[in-house]
């Protein structure tokens, strides 16, 4: 299952918001939602912010949310912050797990 | 605490063998699929293999199907990545990840002449 994400890059005022997609090559419908995005902050490992394609995980601030269905699903940020700089990547693991391509955030 | 602390990255020539292992902490090991995630210089994530819980099923990027194979330690708490017949494009930072939600810090594997 190939992941496409876009934008591939996104530039955002801080406190604005942003929203980033994620496109799956196949349905993923009826196997429980098993996609999830991570974040991976500069010279850090990934992290774990959505799972489930809306839930958030332990930790991670109200301000992501995750949704979507079938073969497209969405990252929202309400109001970025100096934090949320880096690349986010958005996954599937109903089959052997594929990632997309990432999406580099960074602050204007 | 979850704690997942890889180590045996490193430098090889290309066609050697390299042996990561990662050991875990803070949960309880055996309820869990254990996957080796990688990422080469300036690019982005790919899953390499995954085990799960008792070490019965265990699958593969198709780029290291036939040279890489991962195992389990339940005894140990501890994953391994055999890596042999490496090549240049190997050379990553390669992660211990628990299911999808815990990352360790990554072992460097450097592939070269």
């Known amino acids: 299952i190939v992941m496409t994400q876009t934008p591939l890059s996104l530039s955002v005022t801080a406190g604005q918001p942003a929203s980033m997609s994620c496109k799956s090559s196949q349905s993923l419908l009826h196997n429980s939602g098993k996609t999830a995005w991570l974040l991976q902050k500069p010279g850090q490992p990934p992290q774990l912010l959505i799972y489930e394609i809306s839930n958030r995980f332990s930790g991670v601030p109200e301000r992501f949310s995750g949704s979507g269905s079938g073969t497209n699903f969405t990252l929202q940020i309400s109001r970025v912050e100096a934090a949320d700089v880096g690349v986010y990547y958005c996954m599937q693991h109903i089959e052997f797990p594929t990632l997309g391509q990432g999406t580099n955030l960074e602050i204007k | 605490e979850v704690q997942l602390v890889e180590s045996g990255g490193g430098l090889v020539q290309p066609g050697g063998s390299l042996r990561l292992s990662c050991a875990a902490s803070?949960?309880?090991?055996?309820?869990?699929?254990m996957n080796w995630v990688r990422q080469a210089p300036g690019r982005g994530l790919e899953w390499v293999a995954n085990?799960?819980?008792?070490?019965?099923?265990?699958y593969y990027v198709d780029s290291v199907k036939g040279r890489f194979t991962i195992s389990r330690d339940n005894s140990k708490n501890s994953v391994s990545l055999q890596m042999n017949s490496l090549r240049v494009e190997d050379t990553a930072v390669y992660y211990c990840?628990?299911?999808?939600?815990?990352w360790g810090q990554g072992t460097r594997v450097t592939v070269s002449s």
């Open positions: 803070g949960f309880t090991f055996n309820d869990f699929w």
């Open positions: 990840v628990r299911h999808i939600d815990h």
């Open positions: 085990i799960n819980q008792d070490g019965s099923e265990s």
